[in-house]
Structures are given as structure tokens and as C-alpha cells.
């Protein structure tokens, strides 16, 4: 389940007190307790990038404080609201993926329009894609986009180093990737 037994395991049995140093962190396909977020805490200070693909989430309500995440991974769950959790605890967040989830309303990104940082954001495969004038209207809610989908305003695709998270390698000196 995901649990802090979760946590653990993807940290490959690193101490408690190391978490402070984890930069990345990939809970992909571990199965949430109800829905809900559990065995984060606000011990991964450093943490920049966070997955969890295909995990169950209805909710993102028990988030911990993440003050330097950047990059969250959250399709494939059934998320459906609840979103200004984000704007509160992940103040820095540039990316955010929220494909293959159950939005259905342009009101429920609402929220996001405090992410002020917030550069990229994934819908693909949720219902709020199928409204009329989906992309121009989320544009126009969220100004501090750059990219919705994978393309810009004109329907210019991003390019490889433009979708990637500033300053977050796949291996860092100064911090561990787990």
C-alpha cells in the first residue's frame, strides 16, 4: 500500500534523517490507503520532483509542505478537486501533470491561478479537455502559463529542455535521487 512502508522502500532503506537530502522521489503504482496521500512528510524539504502515477489518489487534501518541489507527477489517479492544497503547501511548483483524472470543470483549476510559478500543466485524458474553447480558456485563467498540453499558446510544442524542471538533473552532487 502506499504507506510510509511505500516510502521507505523507494528510498531503498535510507535513514530517516537522510530524507532532508532526497531531491526526487517516485511512488509510481504504489497503491494509496483510501485515496489519500500518506507516508510524506514535511521532512523532504529538499524534495524537487514527486511522482505518483497510477497510485489511486482521490484526493490531494494530506500533502505535506514541499517548499522546493517543482515537478509533480499526478496522472492516472481519480483527483476530481481539492487543487488549492497545491497552491498552499507547493508554493514553487512549475510543472504539474494531471492527466488521465476525473476534472471535469475549468472552475477546478481555479485554484491554480496562485501558483504563480506554475509554467506547465498536463490535462490529457481528463474531461475538462472536451469543452469548448478548453485550451483558450485555460489560458486565460491561468496567464503564468507557458504550456498546457505540451504546447504553447500558438500550438507551438515545447521543446525537450523546456519542459524539463530547471536545475533538476537526473543525478545531482549535492543531492540523492532515489
Excluded: M, W
Amino acid at each position: 500500500c502506499f504507506s510510509a512502508r511505500c516510502v521507505s522502500r523507494a528510498l531503498r532503506g535510507s535513514a530517516v534523517e537522510e530524507r532532508y537530502k532526497v531531491q526526487e522521489l517516485v511512488l509510481d503504482n504504489c497503491r494509496s490507503n483510501e485515496g489519500k496521500i500518506e507516508g510524506l512528510s514535511g521532512e523532504f524539504v529538499n524534495l524537487e520532483f514527486l511522482s505518483l502515477i497510477n497510485v489511486g489518489l482521490t484526493s490531494v487534501l494530506n500533502l505535506p509542505k514541499l517548499p522546493k518541489l517543482k515537478k509533480l507527477e499526478l496522472s492516472d489517479n481519480r483527483i476530481s478537486g481539492g487543487l488549492d492544497v497545491l497552491a498552499e503547501k507547493l508554493p514553487n511548483l512549475t510543472h504539474l501533470n494531471l492527466s488521465g483524472n476525473k476534472l471535469k470543470d475549468i472552475s477546478t483549476l481555479e485554484p491554480l491561478k496562485k501558483l504563480d510559478s506554475l509554467k506547465s500543466l498536463d490535462l490529457f485524458n481528463c474531461e475538462v479537455t472536451n469543452l469548448n474553447d478548453y485550451r483558450e480558456s485555460v489560458f486565460k485563467l491561468l496567464p503564468q502559463l507557458t504550456y498546457l498540453d505540451g504546447y504553447d499558446q500558438e500550438d507551438k510544442e515545447a521543446s525537450d529542455s523546456d519542459a524539463e524542471v530547471d536545475g533538476v538533473d537526473e543525478e545531482d552532487e549535492e543531492g540523492e535521487v532515489y
